[in-house]
């Protein structure tokens, strides 16, 4: 892909996204060429329809976490106990807003789109894991079980996208997350 077409996807997965904020799923490709001021047929040459248009999405935001993640890591003034507790709570600047919680209306109506959130929700942990250990050899973590950690984060956020608990209790996605990666971390850091 030439670096125009990139472009343009790239500004029609960051329109998705605004949309998706505004309207969840109900969008439509009617939508979103409409908010980008740009043709339908510009918009199916890139995406053949709507669940493609939202897989893209699906990897576009995780790409941007990994990005997040990175910085994280390559930030020097961090302790290793900021930077994992930053990296289980990462979500890009401009995600901040978007409304993750209502993902749990995936499961049933994009059933593809769902298994493609669980897989990335479950990939892509090496980061993460790197600076857990590096927390156990340097003392400031306690010595876990990682794959246990992994699984208890994984499990949270799993739910948050498949019931609608967020939306009951008007919870943002991102202040469960925070909640969540707060509890964990009371539990694994050496307390001194």
């Not at 997040?68 to 807003?97: C, F, M, N, W």
């Amino acid at each position: 892909m030439d670096v125009r077409n990139e472009n343009i996807r790239e500004e029609i997965l960051k329109g998705t996204l605004r949309i998706f904020n505004d309207k969840g799923l109900k969008f439509t490709m009617d939508d979103i060429a409409r908010s980008l001021k740009i043709s339908k047929k510009t918009l199916y040459k890139v995406f053949a329809d709507k669940e493609e248009l939202f897989l893209a999405m699906v990897d576009y935001m995780f790409d941007k976490i990994k990005e997040s993640e990175q910085a994280v890591v390559e930030d020097g003034s961090l302790s290793t106990v900021e930077k994992i507790h930053r990296i289980l709570g990462v979500l890009p600047e401009g995600y901040k807003d978007v409304d993750l919680k209502q993902l749990y209306l995936l499961r049933d109506k994009y059933p593809k789109i769902y298994k493609q959130v669980e897989r990335r929700l479950e990939t892509g942990w090496e980061t993460t894991i790197g600076l857990i250990e590096q927390g156990i050899a340097e003392g400031c973590i306690q010595p876990v079980r990682i794959p246990i950690l992994k699984m208890m984060l994984e499990a949270s956020v799993e739910q948050f996208f498949q019931r609608d608990i967020l939306i009951r209790n008007q919870i943002s996605y991102q202040d469960a997350l925070d909640e969540v990666v707060e509890i964990l971390m009371e539990g694994i850091r050496v307390h001194g």
